[in-house]
Protein backbone atom coordinates (compact mmCIF):
# COMPACT_ATOMS: atom_id res chain seq x y z
CA UNK A 1 0.00 0.00 0.00
CA UNK A 2 1.29 3.82 -0.77
CA UNK A 3 0.90 6.22 1.64
CA UNK A 4 -0.78 10.01 0.46
CA UNK A 5 2.38 11.09 0.13
CA UNK A 6 3.49 8.50 -1.89
CA UNK A 7 1.00 8.02 -4.09
CA UNK A 8 1.23 12.11 -4.35
CA UNK A 9 4.72 11.41 -5.68
CA UNK A 10 3.60 8.60 -8.09
CA UNK A 11 1.06 10.65 -9.75
CA UNK A 12 2.97 13.66 -10.20
CA UNK A 13 5.42 11.47 -12.03
CA UNK A 14 2.35 9.86 -13.70
CA UNK A 15 1.54 13.47 -15.14
CA UNK A 16 5.31 14.32 -16.05
CA UNK A 17 5.41 11.38 -18.28
CA UNK A 18 1.57 11.86 -19.41
CA UNK A 19 1.78 15.82 -20.27
CA UNK A 20 5.55 16.09 -20.97
CA UNK A 21 6.84 13.22 -21.71
CA UNK A 22 9.48 12.76 -19.07
CA UNK A 23 10.36 10.16 -17.25
CA UNK A 24 12.08 11.55 -14.09
CA UNK A 25 11.90 14.92 -12.37
CA UNK A 26 15.11 17.39 -12.44
CA UNK A 27 16.48 18.29 -8.97
CA UNK A 28 13.89 20.28 -7.11
CA UNK A 29 11.33 20.46 -9.71
CA UNK A 30 8.61 18.23 -7.37
CA UNK A 31 9.72 19.83 -4.89
CA UNK A 32 8.41 23.06 -6.27
CA UNK A 33 6.08 22.04 -8.16
CA UNK A 34 4.11 20.49 -4.53
CA UNK A 35 4.85 24.35 -3.10
CA UNK A 36 3.11 25.36 -5.67
CA UNK A 37 -0.02 23.27 -5.28
CA UNK A 38 0.13 23.91 -1.73
CA UNK A 39 -0.78 27.50 -2.69
CA UNK A 40 2.37 28.96 -1.42
CA UNK A 41 4.56 32.01 -3.26
CA UNK A 42 7.67 30.73 -4.35
CA UNK A 43 10.80 32.39 -6.00
CA UNK A 44 12.96 29.29 -8.70
CA UNK A 45 16.32 30.67 -9.68
CA UNK A 46 17.42 27.95 -12.32
CA UNK A 47 19.98 27.81 -14.92
CA UNK A 48 18.46 28.73 -18.96
CA UNK A 49 17.92 25.13 -20.25
CA UNK A 50 17.09 23.50 -16.66
CA UNK A 51 13.30 23.38 -16.60
CA UNK A 52 12.03 26.34 -15.36
CA UNK A 53 9.13 26.20 -16.90
CA UNK A 54 7.89 23.15 -16.02
CA UNK A 55 7.57 24.10 -12.79
CA UNK A 56 4.34 26.26 -13.52
CA UNK A 57 3.27 24.34 -16.57
CA UNK A 58 2.62 20.79 -14.70
CA UNK A 59 0.51 22.39 -12.01
CA UNK A 60 -1.30 24.33 -14.05
CA UNK A 61 -2.46 20.67 -15.45
CA UNK A 62 -3.64 19.67 -12.06
CA UNK A 63 -4.95 22.96 -10.53
CA UNK A 64 -8.65 24.36 -11.41
CA UNK A 65 -9.22 27.80 -13.45
CA UNK A 66 -6.45 29.10 -15.38
CA UNK A 67 -2.59 29.56 -14.77
CA UNK A 68 -1.32 33.29 -15.54
CA UNK A 69 1.99 33.21 -17.18
CA UNK A 70 3.42 36.79 -17.46
CA UNK A 71 6.51 37.08 -20.15
CA UNK A 72 8.75 39.60 -21.52
CA UNK A 73 8.52 39.14 -24.97
CA UNK A 74 6.52 38.07 -28.00
CA UNK A 75 8.86 35.17 -29.39
CA UNK A 76 9.09 34.21 -25.96
CA UNK A 77 5.70 33.42 -25.25
CA UNK A 78 4.92 32.18 -28.57
CA UNK A 79 7.40 29.57 -28.32
CA UNK A 80 6.00 28.34 -25.26
CA UNK A 81 3.11 28.18 -26.52
CA UNK A 82 3.49 26.17 -29.34
CA UNK A 83 5.61 23.84 -27.40
CA UNK A 84 2.93 23.23 -25.03
CA UNK A 85 -0.02 23.01 -28.04
CA UNK A 86 2.87 20.35 -29.19
CA UNK A 87 2.10 18.53 -25.95
CA UNK A 88 -2.22 18.94 -26.63
CA UNK A 89 -2.14 21.23 -23.65
CA UNK A 90 -4.59 24.16 -24.15
CA UNK A 91 -2.20 27.53 -23.74
CA UNK A 92 -2.72 30.48 -25.80
CA UNK A 93 -1.45 34.00 -25.40
CA UNK A 94 -2.86 37.26 -26.10
CA UNK A 95 -0.22 39.82 -27.83
CA UNK A 96 0.12 42.75 -30.01
CA UNK A 97 0.91 40.34 -33.08
CA UNK A 98 -2.59 38.83 -32.63
CA UNK A 99 -5.56 40.33 -34.54
CA UNK A 100 -8.22 41.56 -32.45
CA UNK A 101 -10.57 39.05 -33.01
CA UNK A 102 -8.16 36.64 -32.17
CA UNK A 103 -7.48 38.24 -28.64
CA UNK A 104 -11.23 38.40 -28.14
CA UNK A 105 -11.58 35.09 -29.03
CA UNK A 106 -8.51 33.99 -26.69
CA UNK A 107 -10.45 36.23 -24.12
CA UNK A 108 -13.67 34.06 -24.55
CA UNK A 109 -12.06 30.90 -24.64
CA UNK A 110 -10.45 31.66 -21.42
CA UNK A 111 -13.60 32.73 -19.55
CA UNK A 112 -15.11 29.30 -20.65
CA UNK A 113 -12.41 27.54 -19.24
CA UNK A 114 -10.85 26.42 -22.46
CA UNK A 115 -7.45 27.82 -21.42
CA UNK A 116 -5.06 26.02 -19.03
CA UNK A 117 -2.55 28.79 -19.48
CA UNK A 118 -2.53 32.24 -20.36
CA UNK A 119 0.39 34.12 -21.94
CA UNK A 120 0.57 37.67 -21.83
CA UNK A 121 3.12 41.01 -21.54
CA UNK A 122 2.91 42.91 -17.90
CA UNK A 123 1.23 45.64 -19.52
CA UNK A 124 -1.77 43.59 -20.83
CA UNK A 125 -1.73 41.99 -17.36
CA UNK A 126 -1.91 44.98 -15.58
CA UNK A 127 -4.56 46.77 -18.11
CA UNK A 128 -6.67 43.37 -17.81
CA UNK A 129 -6.59 43.39 -13.86
CA UNK A 130 -10.15 44.96 -13.55
CA UNK A 131 -11.88 43.20 -17.13
CA UNK A 132 -10.45 40.06 -17.90
CA UNK A 133 -8.75 38.73 -14.80
CA UNK A 134 -12.23 39.55 -13.20
CA UNK A 135 -14.09 37.01 -15.50
CA UNK A 136 -11.37 34.30 -14.79
CA UNK A 137 -10.75 32.06 -12.04
CA UNK A 138 -6.53 32.58 -11.66
CA UNK A 139 -5.42 29.30 -10.04
CA UNK A 140 -1.78 30.46 -10.66
CA UNK A 141 0.73 33.15 -11.31
CA UNK A 142 3.85 32.90 -12.51
CA UNK A 143 6.35 35.84 -13.72
CA UNK A 144 9.11 34.54 -16.26
CA UNK A 145 12.60 36.80 -16.19
CA UNK A 146 11.65 37.87 -12.94
CA UNK A 147 15.03 39.63 -12.69
CA UNK A 148 13.17 42.07 -15.19
CA UNK A 149 11.58 43.97 -11.80
CA UNK A 150 15.05 44.97 -10.42
CA UNK A 151 17.16 47.66 -11.18
CA UNK A 152 19.77 45.79 -9.47
CA UNK A 153 19.29 43.05 -12.56
CA UNK A 154 20.93 43.14 -16.06
CA UNK A 155 17.73 43.70 -17.71
CA UNK A 156 15.61 46.02 -15.94
CA UNK A 157 11.83 46.73 -17.59
CA UNK A 158 10.18 49.87 -15.80
CA UNK A 159 6.91 48.13 -17.05
CA UNK A 160 7.64 44.84 -14.47
CA UNK A 161 7.30 47.62 -11.37
CA UNK A 162 3.84 47.20 -11.25
CA UNK A 163 3.41 43.95 -11.40
CA UNK A 164 3.04 44.23 -7.38
CA UNK A 165 -0.84 45.02 -8.39
CA UNK A 166 -1.13 41.40 -9.07
CA UNK A 167 -0.84 40.56 -5.31
CA UNK A 168 -3.04 43.22 -4.03
CA UNK A 169 -5.71 42.18 -6.60
CA UNK A 170 -5.55 38.43 -6.02
CA UNK A 171 -4.47 38.28 -2.46
CA UNK A 172 -5.23 34.02 -2.44
CA UNK A 173 -3.57 33.02 -5.27
CA UNK A 174 0.13 32.02 -5.48
CA UNK A 175 2.82 33.69 -7.44
CA UNK A 176 5.80 31.93 -8.66
CA UNK A 177 8.81 34.15 -9.69
CA UNK A 178 11.07 32.33 -11.94
CA UNK A 179 14.53 33.56 -13.23
CA UNK A 180 18.14 31.98 -14.46
CA UNK A 181 20.48 35.01 -13.38
CA UNK A 182 19.87 36.84 -10.19
CA UNK A 183 22.59 37.95 -7.42
CA UNK A 184 21.72 38.13 -3.76
CA UNK A 185 20.62 41.29 -4.05
CA UNK A 186 18.48 40.97 -6.99
CA UNK A 187 16.99 37.90 -5.47
CA UNK A 188 15.86 39.92 -2.83
CA UNK A 189 14.33 43.00 -5.04
CA UNK A 190 12.43 40.14 -6.58
CA UNK A 191 10.75 39.89 -3.35
CA UNK A 192 10.52 42.97 -2.20
CA UNK A 193 8.87 44.20 -5.51
CA UNK A 194 6.81 41.66 -6.27
CA UNK A 195 5.44 41.55 -2.51
CA UNK A 196 5.99 38.01 -2.01
CA UNK A 197 4.57 36.42 0.95
CA UNK A 198 7.11 34.19 3.02
CA UNK A 199 8.45 32.69 -0.40
CA UNK A 200 10.38 29.46 -0.41
CA UNK A 201 13.21 29.91 -2.57
CA UNK A 202 14.66 27.39 -4.97
CA UNK A 203 18.11 28.07 -5.88
CA UNK A 204 18.74 25.25 -8.96
CA UNK A 205 22.48 24.62 -9.84
CA UNK A 206 24.10 27.02 -12.18
CA UNK A 207 26.06 24.24 -13.52
CA UNK A 208 25.61 23.13 -16.77
CA UNK A 209 28.19 20.62 -17.41
CA UNK A 210 27.43 20.22 -21.30
CA UNK A 211 28.52 23.45 -21.86
CA UNK A 212 32.69 23.83 -22.93
CA UNK A 213 34.29 26.93 -21.72
CA UNK A 214 36.46 28.77 -23.38
CA UNK A 215 38.27 32.02 -23.69
CA UNK A 216 40.24 33.31 -26.62
CA UNK A 217 42.43 36.43 -26.39
CA UNK A 218 42.30 37.77 -29.74
CA UNK A 219 43.01 41.58 -30.95
CA UNK A 220 43.60 41.11 -34.31
CA UNK A 221 40.08 40.84 -36.09
CA UNK A 222 41.53 38.61 -38.90
CA UNK A 223 43.05 36.52 -36.28
CA UNK A 224 39.76 36.47 -34.45
CA UNK A 225 37.97 36.01 -38.03
CA UNK A 226 40.36 32.86 -38.89
CA UNK A 227 39.29 31.21 -35.14
CA UNK A 228 36.05 32.02 -35.80
CA UNK A 229 35.63 30.57 -39.43
CA UNK A 230 37.66 27.54 -37.89
CA UNK A 231 35.42 26.58 -35.18
CA UNK A 232 32.42 27.28 -37.09
CA UNK A 233 33.68 24.71 -39.93
CA UNK A 234 34.34 22.02 -37.45
CA UNK A 235 30.40 22.21 -36.65
CA UNK A 236 29.35 23.14 -40.37
CA UNK A 237 25.87 21.07 -39.79
CA UNK A 238 24.88 22.40 -36.30
CA UNK A 239 23.15 25.50 -35.20
CA UNK A 240 24.93 28.64 -33.38
CA UNK A 241 24.50 32.04 -32.47
CA UNK A 242 27.36 34.78 -32.89
CA UNK A 243 27.22 37.59 -30.42
CA UNK A 244 28.74 41.09 -30.98
CA UNK A 245 28.68 44.15 -29.16
CA UNK A 246 27.25 46.39 -31.87
CA UNK A 247 24.85 46.14 -34.70
CA UNK A 248 27.46 46.78 -37.31
CA UNK A 249 29.65 44.38 -35.89
CA UNK A 250 26.96 41.67 -36.30
CA UNK A 251 26.63 42.55 -40.25
CA UNK A 252 30.34 42.67 -40.92
CA UNK A 253 30.47 38.90 -38.91
CA UNK A 254 27.39 37.50 -41.09
CA UNK A 255 28.74 38.99 -44.46
CA UNK A 256 32.19 37.65 -43.20
CA UNK A 257 30.33 33.86 -42.88
CA UNK A 258 28.16 34.09 -45.79
CA UNK A 259 31.86 34.56 -47.96
CA UNK A 260 32.69 31.52 -46.43
CA UNK A 261 30.14 29.07 -47.50
CA UNK A 262 27.88 29.72 -44.62
CA UNK A 263 24.10 30.69 -44.12
CA UNK A 264 23.97 33.03 -41.54
CA UNK A 265 22.10 36.56 -41.01
CA UNK A 266 22.58 39.71 -38.80
CA UNK A 267 19.80 40.21 -35.98
CA UNK A 268 19.76 43.32 -34.19
CA UNK A 269 17.36 46.10 -32.90
CA UNK A 270 17.85 48.53 -36.02
CA UNK A 271 15.84 46.36 -38.61
CA UNK A 272 12.20 46.58 -38.40
CA UNK A 273 10.14 44.65 -36.32
CA UNK A 274 9.05 42.74 -38.85
CA UNK A 275 12.37 41.68 -40.27
CA UNK A 276 13.50 40.90 -37.17
CA UNK A 277 10.97 38.72 -36.88
CA UNK A 278 11.56 36.64 -39.99
CA UNK A 279 15.18 36.51 -39.16
CA UNK A 280 14.29 34.81 -35.99
CA UNK A 281 11.42 32.43 -37.40
CA UNK A 282 14.12 31.34 -40.07
CA UNK A 283 16.43 30.47 -37.40
CA UNK A 284 13.70 28.90 -35.20
CA UNK A 285 12.87 26.30 -38.13
CA UNK A 286 16.56 25.61 -39.15
CA UNK A 287 16.37 27.51 -42.32
CA UNK A 288 19.20 29.88 -41.20
CA UNK A 289 21.64 28.03 -38.75
CA UNK A 290 23.82 30.43 -37.75
CA UNK A 291 22.18 33.91 -36.41
CA UNK A 292 25.23 37.48 -35.90
CA UNK A 293 23.59 39.30 -33.09
CA UNK A 294 23.31 41.61 -30.28
CA UNK A 295 21.83 41.23 -26.89
CA UNK A 296 18.61 41.76 -28.30
CA UNK A 297 18.37 38.09 -30.04
CA UNK A 298 17.94 35.30 -28.20
CA UNK A 299 16.01 36.21 -24.67
CA UNK A 300 12.86 34.90 -26.03
CA UNK A 301 13.57 31.76 -27.72
CA UNK A 302 13.44 28.19 -26.36
CA UNK A 303 15.35 26.11 -29.56
CA UNK A 304 16.73 23.45 -27.89
CA UNK A 305 19.09 22.58 -30.71
CA UNK A 306 21.53 25.44 -30.44
CA UNK A 307 24.81 23.76 -30.21
CA UNK A 308 27.29 26.78 -29.92
CA UNK A 309 27.21 30.40 -28.51
CA UNK A 310 30.36 32.58 -29.43
CA UNK A 311 30.73 35.87 -28.19
CA UNK A 312 32.76 37.98 -30.78
CA UNK A 313 33.07 40.70 -28.12
CA UNK A 314 33.71 40.64 -23.96
CA UNK A 315 29.58 41.17 -22.38
CA UNK A 316 28.65 43.44 -19.83
CA UNK A 317 28.77 41.19 -17.23
CA UNK A 318 28.74 37.82 -16.15
CA UNK A 319 24.81 37.55 -15.61
CA UNK A 320 24.47 38.32 -19.56
CA UNK A 321 27.44 36.23 -20.59
CA UNK A 322 25.58 33.14 -18.68
CA UNK A 323 22.32 33.44 -19.47
CA UNK A 324 23.39 34.15 -23.03
CA UNK A 325 25.86 30.98 -23.24
CA UNK A 326 22.89 29.19 -21.87
CA UNK A 327 21.18 29.10 -25.17
CA UNK A 328 23.37 26.64 -26.20
CA UNK A 329 22.37 23.20 -25.75
CA UNK A 330 19.01 23.34 -23.33
CA UNK A 331 18.71 19.66 -24.93
CA UNK A 332 21.37 18.66 -21.90
CA UNK A 333 23.09 17.48 -25.10
CA UNK A 334 27.02 18.57 -25.48
CA UNK A 335 27.73 22.29 -26.90
CA UNK A 336 30.37 24.86 -27.17
CA UNK A 337 30.78 27.95 -26.37
CA UNK A 338 33.95 30.40 -27.21
CA UNK A 339 34.25 34.24 -25.74
CA UNK A 340 36.83 36.50 -27.56
CA UNK A 341 38.43 39.01 -25.07
CA UNK A 342 40.54 41.93 -26.03
CA UNK A 343 41.25 45.38 -23.64
CA UNK A 344 39.50 46.83 -26.55
CA UNK A 345 36.43 45.66 -25.63
CA UNK A 346 37.50 46.29 -22.09
CA UNK A 347 37.76 49.81 -23.00
CA UNK A 348 34.86 50.61 -25.49
CA UNK A 349 32.50 49.23 -22.08
CA UNK A 350 33.98 50.75 -19.53
CA UNK A 351 32.67 54.16 -21.49
CA UNK A 352 29.51 52.22 -21.32
CA UNK A 353 29.47 52.38 -18.10
CA UNK A 354 30.81 55.77 -17.23
CA UNK A 355 27.64 57.05 -19.51
CA UNK A 356 24.76 54.93 -17.82
CA UNK A 357 22.86 55.84 -14.92
CA UNK A 358 24.38 53.10 -12.78
CA UNK A 359 27.52 53.55 -13.99
CA UNK A 360 29.39 52.29 -10.25
CA UNK A 361 26.96 49.13 -10.57
CA UNK A 362 28.18 48.56 -14.18
CA UNK A 363 31.68 48.98 -13.61
CA UNK A 364 32.02 46.76 -10.76
CA UNK A 365 29.93 43.89 -13.26
CA UNK A 366 32.43 45.15 -15.93
CA UNK A 367 35.27 44.12 -13.54
CA UNK A 368 34.11 40.90 -12.94
CA UNK A 369 33.54 39.93 -16.08
CA UNK A 370 37.16 40.82 -16.93
CA UNK A 371 38.29 39.25 -14.18
CA UNK A 372 36.37 35.43 -15.52
CA UNK A 373 38.04 36.52 -19.09
CA UNK A 374 41.21 36.68 -17.71
CA UNK A 375 41.25 33.71 -14.85
CA UNK A 376 43.93 31.35 -14.51
CA UNK A 377 41.78 28.66 -12.73
CA UNK A 378 38.57 26.68 -13.58
CA UNK A 379 35.66 28.96 -15.04
CA UNK A 380 33.12 27.25 -14.24
CA UNK A 381 34.07 27.47 -10.54
CA UNK A 382 34.07 31.19 -10.93
CA UNK A 383 30.94 30.86 -12.42
CA UNK A 384 29.29 29.07 -10.05
CA UNK A 385 30.81 31.10 -7.18
CA UNK A 386 29.45 33.77 -8.36
CA UNK A 387 25.76 33.00 -8.24
CA UNK A 388 26.57 31.67 -4.78
CA UNK A 389 27.41 27.88 -5.32
CA UNK A 390 30.80 27.31 -4.37
CA UNK A 391 32.29 24.81 -5.97
CA UNK A 392 35.72 22.66 -4.80
CA UNK A 393 36.18 20.57 -7.79
CA UNK A 394 37.89 21.59 -11.26
CA UNK A 395 35.52 20.76 -14.15
CA UNK A 396 37.52 19.86 -16.72
CA UNK A 397 35.75 20.77 -19.40
CA UNK A 398 37.07 24.48 -19.63
CA UNK A 399 40.27 25.65 -21.97
CA UNK A 400 41.84 26.62 -18.13
CA UNK A 401 41.16 22.80 -17.04
CA UNK A 402 41.76 21.06 -20.13
CA UNK A 403 44.84 23.19 -21.03
CA UNK A 404 46.62 24.55 -17.75
CA UNK A 405 48.64 28.15 -18.72
CA UNK A 406 52.05 27.88 -17.88
CA UNK A 407 54.45 30.69 -16.71
CA UNK A 408 57.38 32.27 -17.20
CA UNK A 409 59.44 34.70 -15.73
CA UNK A 410 58.32 37.93 -16.90
CA UNK A 411 59.80 40.69 -14.89
CA UNK A 412 61.83 41.93 -18.43
CA UNK A 413 59.02 42.25 -20.10
CA UNK A 414 57.07 44.35 -17.89
CA UNK A 415 60.14 46.55 -17.26
CA UNK A 416 60.27 47.15 -20.69
CA UNK A 417 56.82 48.39 -20.68
CA UNK A 418 56.80 50.30 -18.09
CA UNK A 419 59.54 52.70 -18.52
CA UNK A 420 57.99 53.54 -22.03
CA UNK A 421 55.18 54.64 -20.44
CA UNK A 422 56.96 56.24 -17.61
CA UNK A 423 59.53 57.49 -20.68
CA UNK A 424 55.96 59.31 -22.11
CA UNK A 425 54.76 61.01 -18.57
CA UNK A 426 52.06 58.02 -18.91
CA UNK A 427 50.14 60.07 -21.48
CA UNK A 428 50.11 57.06 -24.05
CA UNK A 429 47.63 54.75 -24.69
CA UNK A 430 48.18 50.80 -25.80
CA UNK A 431 47.84 51.65 -29.32
CA UNK A 432 51.12 53.79 -28.91
CA UNK A 433 52.78 51.88 -26.10
CA UNK A 434 52.65 48.98 -28.27
CA UNK A 435 54.11 51.22 -31.18
CA UNK A 436 56.90 52.52 -29.06
CA UNK A 437 57.49 48.78 -27.99
CA UNK A 438 58.07 47.30 -31.55
CA UNK A 439 59.58 49.65 -33.33
CA UNK A 440 56.24 51.13 -35.70
CA UNK A 441 56.99 54.01 -36.53
CA UNK A 442 53.48 55.79 -36.56
CA UNK A 443 52.69 60.01 -37.85
CA UNK A 444 51.43 59.87 -33.97
CA UNK A 445 54.41 58.57 -31.98
CA UNK A 446 56.81 61.07 -35.08
CA UNK A 447 54.48 64.07 -34.25
CA UNK A 448 55.07 63.46 -30.63
CA UNK A 449 58.96 62.23 -30.73
CA UNK A 450 58.24 59.70 -28.94
CA UNK A 451 60.72 57.23 -31.87
CA UNK A 452 63.66 59.38 -29.94
CA UNK A 453 62.66 57.46 -26.55
CA UNK A 454 65.36 54.58 -25.75
CA UNK A 455 62.42 52.04 -25.01
CA UNK A 456 61.65 52.77 -28.96
CA UNK A 457 61.83 49.35 -30.32
CA UNK A 458 62.88 47.97 -27.15
CA UNK A 459 60.60 44.84 -27.59
CA UNK A 460 60.70 44.43 -31.97
CA UNK A 461 61.29 40.93 -31.05
CA UNK A 462 57.76 40.47 -29.40
CA UNK A 463 54.72 40.54 -31.95
CA UNK A 464 52.47 43.27 -31.87
CA UNK A 465 49.68 40.55 -30.83
CA UNK A 466 51.55 39.26 -28.14
CA UNK A 467 52.38 42.28 -26.60
CA UNK A 468 48.86 42.67 -26.55
CA UNK A 469 48.47 40.13 -24.45
CA UNK A 470 51.41 40.77 -21.74
CA UNK A 471 49.45 44.05 -21.20
CA UNK A 472 46.62 42.45 -20.42
CA UNK A 473 47.55 40.15 -17.94
CA UNK A 474 49.85 43.49 -16.71
CA UNK A 475 46.67 45.64 -16.40
CA UNK A 476 45.04 42.01 -14.29
CA UNK A 477 48.24 41.73 -12.03
CA UNK A 478 47.92 45.69 -11.03
CA UNK A 479 51.22 46.81 -12.42
CA UNK A 480 49.19 49.16 -15.00
CA UNK A 481 46.48 51.25 -14.48
CA UNK A 482 43.72 52.43 -17.56
CA UNK A 483 42.76 55.55 -17.46
CA UNK A 484 39.05 55.40 -18.51
CA UNK A 485 37.95 58.77 -18.46
CA UNK A 486 41.30 60.58 -19.50
CA UNK A 487 41.24 59.18 -23.00
CA UNK A 488 42.75 55.69 -22.01
CA UNK A 489 45.89 57.30 -21.24
CA UNK A 490 48.42 54.32 -19.26
CA UNK A 491 49.54 54.87 -15.53
CA UNK A 492 52.00 53.08 -13.93
CA UNK A 493 50.55 51.76 -10.21
CA UNK A 494 52.75 51.45 -6.72
CA UNK A 495 53.02 47.57 -7.56
CA UNK A 496 54.31 48.69 -10.79
CA UNK A 497 57.33 50.71 -9.62
CA UNK A 498 58.44 48.08 -7.41
CA UNK A 499 58.83 45.61 -11.02
CA UNK A 500 59.90 48.52 -12.76
CA UNK A 501 62.86 49.34 -10.36
CA UNK A 502 63.72 45.47 -9.22
CA UNK A 503 62.41 45.44 -6.12
CA UNK A 504 60.02 42.38 -6.58
CA UNK A 505 59.82 39.96 -9.37
CA UNK A 506 56.75 38.52 -11.21
CA UNK A 507 55.63 35.90 -13.97
CA UNK A 508 53.52 35.91 -16.76
CA UNK A 509 51.26 33.38 -18.70
CA UNK A 510 53.66 31.87 -21.62
CA UNK A 511 51.27 32.54 -24.60
CA UNK A 512 52.01 29.27 -26.04
CA UNK A 513 51.35 26.26 -23.15
CA UNK A 514 53.01 22.92 -24.25
CA UNK A 515 50.80 20.57 -21.69
CA UNK A 516 47.46 19.11 -21.87
CA UNK A 517 45.31 17.89 -18.93
CA UNK A 518 44.19 14.44 -19.92
CA UNK A 519 41.65 14.02 -17.74
CA UNK A 520 37.69 13.31 -18.09
CA UNK A 521 35.62 16.46 -17.76
CA UNK A 522 32.88 15.94 -15.27
CA UNK A 523 29.13 15.19 -16.82
CA UNK A 524 30.78 15.25 -20.07
CA UNK A 525 30.30 11.94 -22.17
CA UNK A 526 34.03 10.21 -22.43
CA UNK A 527 35.33 9.33 -26.19
CA UNK A 528 34.15 5.93 -26.27
CA UNK A 529 32.17 4.29 -29.21
CA UNK A 530 29.13 5.93 -29.98
CA UNK A 531 26.32 3.42 -30.39
CA UNK A 532 24.70 5.64 -32.46
CA UNK A 533 23.57 4.99 -35.61
CA UNK A 534 24.68 8.18 -37.59
CA UNK A 535 23.41 7.74 -40.57
CA UNK A 536 19.50 6.90 -39.09
CA UNK A 537 20.17 10.58 -36.80
CA UNK A 538 20.82 12.14 -39.84
CA UNK A 539 17.88 10.62 -41.69
CA UNK A 540 15.72 11.32 -38.59
CA UNK A 541 16.97 15.02 -38.64
CA UNK A 542 15.32 15.23 -42.28
CA UNK A 543 11.99 13.48 -41.40
CA UNK A 544 11.88 15.72 -37.84
CA UNK A 545 12.25 18.70 -40.65
CA UNK A 546 9.56 17.55 -42.93
CA UNK A 547 7.13 17.06 -39.84
CA UNK A 548 7.73 20.27 -38.72
CA UNK A 549 7.17 22.06 -42.02
CA UNK A 550 4.10 20.20 -42.69
CA UNK A 551 2.66 21.06 -39.33
CA UNK A 552 4.14 24.73 -39.58
CA UNK A 553 6.38 24.39 -36.50
CA UNK A 554 10.08 24.47 -35.88
CA UNK A 555 11.86 20.74 -35.77
CA UNK A 556 12.44 21.02 -32.24
CA UNK A 557 8.95 21.05 -30.95
CA UNK A 558 8.39 17.70 -33.23
CA UNK A 559 10.93 15.91 -30.98
CA UNK A 560 14.31 17.45 -29.67
CA UNK A 561 17.67 17.12 -30.31
CA UNK A 562 18.15 14.52 -27.09
CA UNK A 563 14.65 12.57 -28.14
CA UNK A 564 16.14 12.09 -31.95
CA UNK A 565 19.09 10.55 -30.26
CA UNK A 566 17.03 8.61 -28.16
CA UNK A 567 14.54 7.15 -30.83
CA UNK A 568 17.95 6.62 -32.85
CA UNK A 569 19.73 4.47 -30.12
CA UNK A 570 16.17 2.63 -29.40
CA UNK A 571 15.39 2.43 -33.01
CA UNK A 572 11.58 1.50 -31.78
CA UNK A 573 9.19 -0.93 -33.70
CA UNK A 574 6.16 -0.96 -31.19
CA UNK A 575 4.19 2.23 -30.13
CA UNK A 576 4.80 0.93 -27.16
CA UNK A 577 8.62 1.01 -27.32
CA UNK A 578 8.12 4.72 -28.84
CA UNK A 579 6.45 6.16 -26.18
CA UNK A 580 8.36 4.75 -23.65
CA UNK A 581 11.56 7.21 -24.62
CA UNK A 582 12.24 10.14 -22.64
CA UNK A 583 10.34 13.13 -23.68
CA UNK A 584 7.27 11.84 -25.47
CA UNK A 585 4.37 12.55 -24.51
CA UNK A 586 0.68 10.75 -24.51
CA UNK A 587 -0.23 13.06 -27.18
CA UNK A 588 3.27 12.65 -29.14
CA UNK A 589 3.19 9.10 -28.85
CA UNK A 590 -0.14 9.00 -29.80
CA UNK A 591 0.55 11.38 -33.12
CA UNK A 592 4.16 10.41 -34.21
CA UNK A 593 4.80 6.76 -32.48
CA UNK A 594 3.40 5.28 -36.62
CA UNK A 595 5.49 7.71 -38.55
CA UNK A 596 8.92 6.85 -36.68
CA UNK A 597 8.34 3.39 -36.42
CA UNK A 598 7.49 3.62 -40.40
CA UNK A 599 10.53 5.25 -41.13
CA UNK A 600 12.55 2.91 -39.24
CA UNK A 601 10.89 -0.45 -40.52
CA UNK A 602 11.06 0.75 -43.89
CA UNK A 603 14.50 1.68 -43.39
CA UNK A 604 15.45 -1.70 -42.10
CA UNK A 605 14.37 -3.78 -45.20
Given at each position: MFNKKNTANKDLAHHLKKFFGFDRFRKYQKEIIENVLQGKDTLVLMPTGGGKSLCFQLPAMLMPGITLVISPLLSLMEDQVSSLQQNGIPAASINSNNSETENERIRRASIMGEIKLLYISPEKAISEIDYLLQEVKVSCIAIDEAHCISQWGHDFRPEYTKLHQLHSNFPNTPII??????????????????????????????????????????????????????????????????????RKKTEQVAKLLERAGFIAEAYHAGLPPRERQAIQQRFIIDETPIICATIAFGMGIDKSNVRWVIHYNLPKSIENYYQEIGRAGRDGLKSDTILFYSIQDVILLNKFATNSNNNELNFEKLNRMQEYAEAEICRRRILLNYFGEHSFVNCGNCDTCLNPPQKIEGSIFVQM????????EETIDIKDLIDILTGNLTNSLKNKQYHELKTFGVGRNVPARDWQDYLIQMIQLGFIEVKYNEKNR???????????FGRKKTNLIALSPQSKATHTPQGVERSIPDPIDHKLAKELITLRKTLG????????????????????????ITEEAFGLIDGISDVKKKKYAKVFINFIKNRKK
Open positions: ALTATADNITRQDIVNQLKLKQPKVFISSFDRPNLSLKVVRESDTKEKDKKLLTFIRERAESSGIVYCLSALSAIARTLRITPLGLDVLTKENVPPYLIVSDKVLRNIALAQP
